[in-house]
Nanobody, 123 residues
Framework: VQLQASGGGLVQAGGSLRLSCAAS????????KGWFRQAPGKEREFVAAINWSGGTTYYADSVKGRFTISRDIAKNTVYLQMNSLKPDDTTVYYC?????????????????WGQGTQVTVSS
């Protein structure tokens, strides 16, 4: 499965962005899907995940209440709506898919990764 992330950009603090991650194969719909972020020199950090049915979502405490993960089965795409953005949210964001549906926050358990999209929040 190939994942293509998009939607990053430059936004002022308090603004919003929506990231998209389109998958190449329909089996993507059966996987747990996640978003992670990684700053230079730091470990990859869990942001959000959604289970295969879309009925359960998980968030890092740092983004809870500001970010929303969702998926569109017809478009084979997962989204990350980011509101009330802060300068600390500045980094590269990656989408990922876990074919074993472990619902994990551990990036090592995800099988497929997108290429990353840069989000920059100015103060």
């Amino acid at each position: 499965v190939q994942l293509q992330a998009s939607g990053g950009g430059l936004v002022q603090a308090g603004g919003s962005l929506r990231l998209s991650c389109a998958a190449s194969e329909r089996t993507f719909s059966t996987y747990t899907k996640g978003w992670f972020r990684q700053a230079p020199g730091k470990e990859r950090e869990f942001v959000a995940a959604i289970n295969w049915s879309g009925g359960t979502t998980y968030y890092a405490d740092s983004v809870k209440g500001r970010f929303t993960i969702s998926r569109d089965i017809a478009k084979n795409t997962v989204y990350l709506q980011m509101n009330s953005l802060k300068p600390d949210d500045t980094t590269v964001y990656y989408c990922a898919a876990d074919r074993n549906r472990l619902h994990s926050r551990d990036s090592n358990l995800y099988d497929y990764w997108g290429q990353g999209t840069q989000v920059t929040v100015s103060s």
